[in-house]
């Protein structure tokens, strides 16, 4: 039951923080390319990479991995607006944005695991 209790804590509060920073990103952005989901979920890469390194236990992981970071990044949102990209014949902003996201992803988890790693 703890766990659950814990899930729908971080996952209420990531999904808080998505909402309203991607809000405030859309919102100084400029552009129709969606900067604010690319922002969050590198970020939420970076940040997952950090607490898979520290060995955080298992209520900690519940909370803030699988709740925090699991609503804070958004796979659906991405693959929306990426395939939106196309529709609007924005070909080019597609590809960079769904090649860049997978990319930068990785490197940023690598990125992640790292800092983790100096830190402990």
Do not use: C, H, W
């Not at 991405?78 to 196309?86: D, I, V």
């Not at 860049?100 to 940023?108: M, V």
């Amino acid at each position: 039951m703890m766990e659950y209790l814990l899930l729908g804590i971080g996952g209420a509060l990531g999904s808080i923080t998505r909402y309203k920073l991607g809000k405030i990103i859309t919102e100084k952005s400029n552009t129709s390319y969606p900067i604010g989901t690319f922002i969050i979920n590198i970020t939420g890469a970076v940040l997952l990479g950090i607490l898979s390194s520290i060995n955080a236990n298992k209520n900690v992981y519940i909370l803030l991995g699988d709740g925090f970071l699991g609503a804070y990044t958004t796979f659906s949102t991405f693959m929306y607006e990426g395939f939106n990209l196309f529709q609007e014949n924005e070909k080019m902003n597609a590809f960079v944005y769904i090649l860049s996201t997978l990319i930068l992803g990785i490197i940023g988890y690598t990125i992640g695991l790292r800092i983790g790693i100096l830190f402990i």
